[in-house]
C-alpha cells in the first residue's frame, strides 16, 4: 500500500482559493490513480476529482468541474487539488486517495480506492 499524508486545508472565504497536497511514500506512487473526496458533517464520502498514474487523463464531480484542477507530480510523489471560487457548500473533510488496477480517473466510488490519508479540513465561510 502506498502511505498518504494531505495538507493545505484551512479556513477560506467564499470565493478565495486553497491548493491541498497529498504527499506519498514508497516507490509505488507513479503506478497508482489518485483520487480526492470529501465528507461533510452528517454526510457520505463523496468523489471530487481523480487522475491516472501518468497524469494523462482526469476526472471531476459535476459539482467542482471548473473550479478545481486535480494534478500530480510523480517525481515528487505528491498529488494536488487546486480549489478556486470555493463555496461553502465546498467546506468538508478532503482526503485523498490511491488505488491500483484499472479504471484510472473513471474510478468515482471510495471502495474502489485501498490507500487512504487522515484528511485536511476545508471551511469555506459566507
Known amino acids: 500500500q502506498v502511505q498518504l499524508v494531505e495538507s493545505g486545508g484551512g479556513l477560506v472565504q467564499a470565493g478565495g482559493s486553497l491548493r491541498l497536497s497529498c504527499a506519498a511514500s514508497?516507490?509505488?506512487?507513479?503506478?497508482?490513480?489518485m483520487g480526492w473526496f470529501r465528507q461533510a458533517p452528517g454526510k457520505e464520502r463523496e468523489f471530487v476529482a481523480a487522475?491516472?498514474?501518468?497524469?494523462?487523463?482526469?476526472n471531476y464531480a459535476d459539482s467542482v468541474k471548473g473550479r478545481f484542477t486535480i494534478d500530480r507530480d510523480n517525481a515528487e510523489n505528491t498529488g494536488y487539488l487546486q480549489m478556486n471560487s470555493l463555496k461553502p457548500e465546498d467546506t468538508a473533510v478532503y482526503y485523498c486517495?490511491?488505488?491500483?488496477?484499472?479504471?484510472?480517473?473513471?474510478?468515482?466510488?471510495?471502495?474502489?480506492?485501498?490507500?487512504w490519508g487522515q484528511g485536511t479540513q476545508v471551511t469555506v465561510s459566507s
Open positions: 514508497g516507490r509505488t506512487f507513479s503506478s497508482v490513480a
Open positions: 486517495a490511491a488505488r491500483r488496477g484499472g479504471l484510472g480517473a473513471a474510478a468515482t466510488a471510495p471502495k474502489l480506492y485501498d490507500s
Open positions: 487522475i491516472n498514474w501518468r497524469g494523462s487523463s482526469v
